[in-house]
Every structure is written in structure tokens, then in C-alpha cells.
């Protein structure tokens, strides 16, 4: 039982997976920011989303301290979480001047993600059944967010990052994705099954550019999936135990 224990803990996960997972926390933690600070005072927002965004900010403070001493990522997610502290304590009755802070919000996560991904780029030991799952996991992350901030209505360029041609593409190449990887990783083909199922449930609320009432249920059924890709990628490029 003991040597059992030590060589479990023996497995380690890739720098890569860590740059990847926490891209995935930065985004589901600006989603859910956009979901709890509505811009409209009369709203009485989900409380579990303002949990949710504190998890994640846990979870990225817990990543950080993996990294290599020469990322630099430190001043990007400071600046997350002031951003994140000027909205928690900014009143309700002031919620409309949401939207200037939660722009700032998403510039840093958006300086934050373009870090670890050049940081991710850079690694040639992830194997590529692993980096189809990581893209995979954040196009659907990049759908989410867009979706949010296009019901969020205020927030400038945010709100209209895509077109709709670039959302058609970008469901093409999840839909490609799923194909290729359920044919890839048949021992794993149900749970992947089932995260399709996820995916396909919400994709035309997903690709709907019309501005609508922020809702909860894109997050509720895709926070999951992005998650397991991530998981399921970490499985498959952990380093083994010597």
C-alpha cells in the first residue's frame, strides 16, 4: 500500500497541462464574473457564481506556484484579482458602472491567456492526442466567453468578438474535434460521447449572436466539459513515475 501511494504521487503533471489549465480557470472565472456582476441594479444575481469565481482564483494562485520561476504571469494575475476586488466591492445599486470594470477584467485575462499559450507553444513533449484535447477544450472555452460577453451587451469589442462566420468555423472545428477524438481515444469514447451531448445541447444558443438576458445554463453545461478535456489531457501526457 505504501509503495502504491508513493508511486501514484510519483506521476506528475506537464508544464503544459498547468499553462492549460490554468487558461481554462482564467476563462470560467471571467464568465462566471460576467454572469455575477450584471450591469442591470434590479437583478439578483447567482450567488454560486460569485463561489465559482472564487474558486477559480484559488485554483490559479495554487497553479502559479508550479510554474517555472521565469514565467512571468505574477502582474497579470495580480492585476485579476484587483479588478476582481473593485467589483466585489463596488454596491449593487452602483452595478452599472460593471461593465468599465469587468472590460478591464477580461483585457488582463485576455494578456494572461496570450502569456501561457506562447508559454505552451514553446513545450515539443506534449503528446498530440493531448494537444487536440487542449484545443479543444479552449475553442469551446473561447465560444463561452464570447456568449457571455455578447449578452453582457455593454462591454465595447468584447461584446462582438466574432462573427458569424468565425462562430460557424470555430462549431466546425468542435464538432471535427469530438469526431477525431472519440476515434482516437475509443477507451474513452462515452465520456467524450456525453460531452458532445453538452456541447450539441447549448451550440445554438452558443452561436446565436443576438444580444439576450444573461443566462446561466451555457456555463452549468460547458464549465464540465472543459474541465474533463483538461483532465482527460493531463492523463494522457502525465509523466510517469521513474
Do not use: C
Request: hydrophobic residues 45%.
Amino acid at each position: 500500500m505504501v509503495w502504491l501511494l508513493a508511486s501514484t504521487a510519483a506521476w506528475a503533471t506537464e508544464p503544459s497541462q498547468i499553462y492549460q489549465q490554468m487558461r481554462s480557470q482564467a476563462t470560467l472565472l471571467a464568465v462566471n464574473a460576467l454572469l455575477y456582476f450584471d450591469a442591470d441594479p434590479q437583478v439578483h444575481p447567482d450567488e454560486r457564481h460569485l463561489v465559482r469565481v472564487n474558486e477559480a482564483q484559488k485554483r490559479l494562485d495554487a497553479m502559479a506556484l508550479q510554474l517555472e520561476p521565469n514565467m512571468q504571469v505574477g502582474d497579470s494575475l495580480a492585476s485579476l484579482h484587483a479588478w476582481l476586488a473593485e467589483l466585489q466591492a463596488l454596491p449593487r445599486r452602483d452595478a452599472p458602472r460593471y461593465p468599465q470594470l469587468l472590460i478591464g477584467l477580461l483585457d488582463t485575462r485576455l494578456k494572461l491567456d496570450q502569456q501561457l499559450g506562447e508559454a505552451y507553444a514553446q513545450l515539443e513533449s506534449t503528446p498530440p492526442v493531448a494537444r487536440q484535447l487542449n484545443q479543444q477544450s479552449l475553442t469551446i472555452g473561447s465560444l463561452l466567453l464570447d456568449a457571455q460577453a455578447r449578452s453582457a451587451r455593454l462591454l465595447g469589442d468584447h461584446s462582438l468578438a466574432y462573427s458569424e462566420a468565425e462562430l460557424i468555423a470555430r462549431d466546425q472545428v468542435i464538432q471535427q474535434g469530438f469526431t477525431t477524438l472519440m476515434a482516437e481515444l475509443p477507451e474513452h469514447a462515452k465520456p467524450l460521447y456525453k460531452q458532445r451531448s453538452a456541447y450539441r445541447f447549448v451550440r445554438e444558443r452558443l452561436l446565436d449572436r443576438a444580444p439576450g438576458r444573461v443566462t446561466g445554463s451555457l456555463e452549468r453545461y460547458l464549465a464540465g466539459v472543459l474541465v474533463a478535456l483538461d483532465d482527460l489531457a493531463e492523463a494522457q501526457g502525465a509523466t510517469p513515475p521513474l
